[in-house]
Structures are given as C-alpha cells and as structure tokens.
T-cell receptor
Framework: DQQVKQNSPSLSVQEGRISILNCDYT??????FLWYKKYPAEGPTFLIS?????DKNEDGRFTVFLNKSAKHLSLHIVPSQPGDSAVYFC????????????FGKGTKLTVNP | KAGVTQTPRYLIKTRGQQVTLSCSPI?????VSWYQQTPGQGLQFLFE???????NKGNFPGRFSGRQFSNSRSEMNVSTLELGDSALYLC????????????FGEGSRLTVL
C-alpha cells in the first residue's frame, strides 16, 4: 500500500515558467512533509519542508503548499531553471517529525532552455 | 565540511552470501538512517540509529541488520542474500532532532547474482 503517491512520473517545462509537482498521501498520521531533489549518481538532497500546522512554506524560488483536507501537497518552482532538472521526491513522517520517512516514487522534472 | 561517505560504492554478490555496507556520517551528526532504493518500490526506510541505539525500524526481514559505533559510523548487514536484495542502499545522517532533514550519501549499489 503506497502511502505517499506522486502520480506524475515526469514533467517538462520551459525555462522561466512555473513547475508544479504534486504529491498525495493517505496516512492521516503524517504531520510533517518534505521535498528532496536527486541528481543522477548522487544521493537525494533536502529541499524544503512543511509542518501540518502550516499551509504554505516558502524558500526563495521554492514554495510548498499543503492541503490537509485533501491530503495533498505541491511544490512550486518559480521561475524554473535548467539546473532544476532532477528527480523530485515527496516524503512524509509521523509523530511530529522523524528520520523515518515515507517517500513517493519521484517525479522527473526536465526544464528546457 | 565532509559529506556522508558510503563504502563500497559498488559490489556484486551471489545468492546466499552476506554483505556489509559502511557509512560515515557528517561530523557532529548522531543519527544515521538507511534506505533501500529499487525501481519498483522506490525509497524504503530500513532503520535508524541514534547514539548507538536503534531508534526506528522499517518493515524488512531480520536478514537486514545494522549497528552504530561510538563515533557515529554505521554498518548495515544483509545475510543470505536474495536476488531481490539488488538495490541502491542509501545512508543518511542528521543531527537527530526529528526534522527529517537528512543528508544522504551517494549510496552503495549492490547486485546479487
């Protein structure tokens, strides 16, 4: 049973436009959500996080939105840059945060120049 | 500041053998987590160690085990290898404050023949 789902395996956008990556979860116990970015041959890199007490968190070009009633979160990248091309993983944890993360299977983002 | 170091980077084993993977965390980090990444299942949590104690465990059989030393370095062991154990094994370190903000190594790619 997949508790964190990223339904789009891939996404392609033009440089300068907005990239929106989506993630759905099923476990109501999840209360902390994170996004990781992964380049080929490298380990995932932490990008941004959000606690369930918030509905938005912003860090530079990256914003994460959380809709608890829909059990849905999204990552917005504005403006998108070719260097943002990578696989993006959504992850969730329970009990106020934990190193035990449940990951989605990832969305491969390609930003075209 | 040196990142998370995993050794070996690549290894090939045959069914029934055992394997030990090593992870050196970022200096000052007391938590080490292990994840298995496969194309079919994505990233799955194996276990987490904090100050030499297993703090969290995923849903893997007992053939998968780990330990952490007093210098925070960690090892994981897989006994009686099966073909399905072929995967990228990722180690991640953190300060252990339950934020889920992990620093991943590049991984150890295990192939079981």
């Amino acid at each position: 049973d997949q508790q964190v789902k990223q339904n789009s395996p891939s996404l392609s956008v033009q440089e300068g436009r907005i990239s929106i990556l989506n993630c759905d979860y099923t476990n109501s116990m999840f209360d902390y959500f994170l996004w990781y970015k992964k380049y080929p041959a490298e380990g995932p890199t932490f990008l941004i996080s959000i606690s369930s007490i918030k509905d938005k968190n912003e860090d530079g070009r990256f914003t994460v939105f959380l809709n608890k009633s829909a059990k849905h979160l999204s990552l917005h990248i504005v403006p998108s840059q070719p260097g943002d091309s990578a696989v993006y993983f959504c992850a969730a944890s329970a009990k106020g945060g934990s190193e035990k993360l449940v990951f989605g299977k990832g969305t491969k983002l390609t930003v075209n120049p | 500041k040196a990142g998370v170091t995993q050794t070996p980077r690549y290894l090939i084993k045959t069914r029934g053998q055992q394997v030990t993977l090593s992870c050196s965390p970022i200096s000052g980090h007391r938590s080490v987590s292990w994840y298995q990444q496969t194309p079919g299942q994505g990233l799955q949590f194996l276990f987490e160690y904090f100050s030499e104690t297993q703090r969290n465990k995923g849903n893997f059989p007992g053939r998968f085990s780990g330990r952490q030393f007093s210098n925070s370095r960690s090892e994981m062991n897989v006994s009686t290898l099966e073909l399905g154990d072929s995967a990228l094994y990722l180690c991640a370190s953190s300060v252990g404050d339950y934020t889920g903000e992990l620093f991943f190594g590049e991984g150890s790619r295990l192939t079981v023949l």
